[in-house]
């Protein structure tokens, strides 16, 4: 029997890449783990299967992004996560450069406040957890902006606002395919990551690097 835990080649890879995790970082995860099926029988973060799998699927496949999302915000991006949810794949991320500045987005408000109670008990630091529609948002920022975006519902209604939403040189890190039309060519460069990880098997599905030309 197979048991769930990130597998060792998986943390090579990471560290090949640059982005090895410490103990502390392995904590921070092993919590925030611990928080989803915590409160998942209260507010249904994950899938009842999905609960047996997610250090092999979701914690991987959410730290695959680590080197995409460490480079847009090393440069002084701001990191927002649309739809957060249970917190992939914003709390494997944070959990693993707890520095990052991380916003959420989650508009339902128990699920907004179960995600706060998640980041204090994984000791992920500063969290922001905005209650709201991304549709109703806040002013842009100052400065560019990363966007995240993992299991956001009807991409196909959410993408087309997140392109109306970006200036030039914002960026979202989206983990399927684009949905047609909502990125045209001559304002979106779109571009597939091809890293460590992309033929790996550890990244559920394709990533591909948007930036507001």
Request: neutral net charge.
């Amino acid at each position: 029997m197979n048991v769930d835990v990130l597998p060792e080649e998986f943390l090579r890879l990471l560290e090949q890449a640059g982005y090895p995790l410490d103990a502390p970082a392995l904590q921070r995860l092993q919590g925030h783990v611990e928080a989803v099926r915590h409160w998942n029988p209260i507010a249904s973060l994950v899938s009842e299967p999905a609960l047996e799998r997610l250090w092999r699927e979701h914690v991987a496949d959410s730290l695959t992004l680590l080197p995409a999302l460490s480079a847009a915000v090393n440069v002084g991006a701001t990191w927002w996560d649309i739809g957060s949810g249970g917190g992939f794949p914003a709390f494997s991320l944070k959990a693993a450069r707890p520095e990052l500045p991380l916003t959420c987005w989650e508009r339902a408000e128990k699920k907004a406040d179960i995600l706060r109670k998640m980041a204090d008990s994984a000791r992920l630091g500063e969290v922001s957890v905005v209650t709201d529609q991304f549709s109703n948002r806040a002013p842009h920022p100052k400065g560019t902006v990363v966007l995240t975006a993992r299991a956001v519902e009807r991409p196909e209604r959410m993408h087309p606002i997140f392109a109306g939403f970006m200036r030039p040189g914002d960026g979202f890190l989206c983990q399927r395919e684009p949905v047609p039309g909502a990125f045209p060519p001559a304002l979106f460069h779109v571009e597939q990551v091809e890293d460590a990880f992309a033929t790996s098997g550890f990244r559920r599905g394709t990533l591909c690097r948007i930036t507001r030309r």
